[in-house]
């Protein structure tokens, strides 16, 4: 698998942020879903990485919105047939050295209670629970992460 920092704006990539917004609204209400759309993740302070398969399928995307403050994790999704090999961990490491690289100090996310492999992925990649963050208020559905960068 190759991760790269590419435009959200591919065919292929539309399509699978399409995959992960369907399914988050099994799982959520439409209030309760944070996303960014196409023309926000095509902002200059996004860094947007895609995942490929060994034949360069779109397999996965993950976007981390800098600022001076945190990098926020936003649109992370692997396709389930990807799951399970290390690609996750490959696209946060992906995006916490851009944040590093863009000299942050933290990062931060928000992602909901329903989704009990991203709350272990996150947990084992070292972020831990803390308050609503930017413009975020308080939410049930919503559970906020942050993790310092060294």
């Not at 926000?40 to 902002?43: E, G, I």
């Not at 972020?127 to 609503?132: A, I, L």
């Not at 559905?141 to 906020?144: D, G, I, K, N």
């Given at each position: 698998m190759h991760?790269?920092?590419?435009?959200p704006n591919q065919p292929e990539v539309i399509a699978l942020i399409a995959d992960l917004d369907a399914y988050q609204l099994t799982l959520y209400p439409p209030?309760?879903?944070y996303a960014l759309d196409l023309q926000?993740?095509?902002?200059p302070q996004v860094k947007f990485a895609v995942l490929r398969d060994e034949v360069g399928t779109v397999a996965g995307c993950a976007a981390v919105v800098l600022t001076p403050e945190y990098g926020e994790i936003k649109r992370m999704y692997v396709q389930p047939s990807c799951r399970g090999k290390g690609a996750a961990k490959r696209l946060l490491d992906k995006l916490e050295q851009a944040a590093?690289?863009?000299g942050v100090a933290?990062?931060?996310l928000e992602t909901g209670p329903a989704q009990p492999e991203a709350l272990g992925l996150y947990q084992r990649h070292g972020?831990?629970?803390?308050?609503?963050y930017?413009?975020?208020g308080d939410d049930p559905?919503?559970?906020?992460m942050h993790k310092p960068l060294a």
């Open positions: 991760i790269a920092f590419e435009s209030e309760s879903v926000a993740l095509m902002q590093r690289d863009a933290r990062m931060v972020f831990t629970p803390c308050g609503p930017g413009d975020y559905l919503s559970v906020f």
